[in-house]
């Protein structure tokens, strides 16, 4: 696609429930990163996929967090139980290659945990 | 473990301002930097990236410096616009590929 889409824009869901948030990175591009970002924060690192395997996630807050990339292009993340803190705005970005690649940025996915 | 800061982390500049914001990371092994900018509500736009072994880049009213050695990087943004007013975050790259942002300056350019 021409740039990295994410859905759902925005999510409300009841504390305790179970959520899917996916990304479509940027067509080619091998890299894919999940980030979560609070009001009046920068984003904060969550997991980094290089091609299907997840390379680094060792920005996932707790076992709750969860994220696959099973073909090497779209990715999900999944958060189970939901907690009021989990509410942020999720971002993924995508790159070409890992490294010194330019990275890309989706418009995120919003997410209010009531 | 990487850390970013960014000073200041709100200015406010009458239009026409030359301006300058400021980054520093404490881990000089860096891949590169990038600068962004984000609008209320949205998403990351890439403004410039920086590779380890350059200087500076220009795009534009913007050109980004790079000191890798003394963990620095500063964005000059020339004659400064309202359609500038945004956050700008920057984020470097480390060797294990994940990228550390910044918290961000809020820039309002009044007109």
């Known amino acids: 696609g021409a740039g990295v889409s994410q859905t759902p824009s925005n999510k409300v869901t009841e504390k305790g429930k179970y959520v899917e948030l996916r990304c479509d990175p940027i067509?080619?591009?091998?890299?894919l990163y999940w980030y979560r970002q609070s009001l009046g924060q920068g984003p904060e690192f969550l997991i980094y996929?290089?091609?299907?395997?997840?390379?680094?996630d060792s920005g996932l807050p707790n076992d709750r967090f969860f994220a696959v990339r099973p073909e090497g292009s779209v990715s999900t993340l999944k958060i189970q139980r939901t907690e009021r803190g989990d509410s942020a705005v999720y971002l993924c970005?995508?790159?070409?290659?890992?490294?010194?690649?330019?990275?890309?940025f989706g418009e995120g996915s919003r997410l209010t945990v009531l | 473990k990487q850390e970013v800061t960014q000073i200041p982390a709100a200015l406010s500049v009458p239009e026409g301002e030359n301006l300058v914001l400021n980054c520093s990371f404490t881990?000089?092994?860096?891949?590169?930097l990038q600068w962004f900018r984000q609008d209320p509500g949205k998403g990351l736009t890439s403004l410039l990236l920086?590779?380890?072994?350059?200087r500076e880049q220009t795009s534009g009213r913007l050109n980004a410096s790079l000191d890798k050695s003394s963990g620095r990087s500063t964005l000059y943004i020339a004659a400064s616009q309202p359609g500038d007013s945004a956050t700008y975050l920057c984020?470097?790259?480390?060797?294990?590929?994940?990228?550390?942002f910044g918290a961000g300056t809020r820039l309002t350019v009044k007109p």
């Open positions: 984020a470097v790259r480390t060797n294990n590929n994940d990228m550390r």
């Open positions: 970005a995508s790159s070409f290659s890992p490294g010194a690649g330019e990275l890309f």
């Open positions: 996929f290089q091609g299907t395997g997840a390379a680094d």
């Open positions: 881990d000089s092994a860096i891949y590169n």
């Open positions: 920086i590779q380890s072994s350059q």
């Open positions: 067509s080619g591009h091998t890299a």
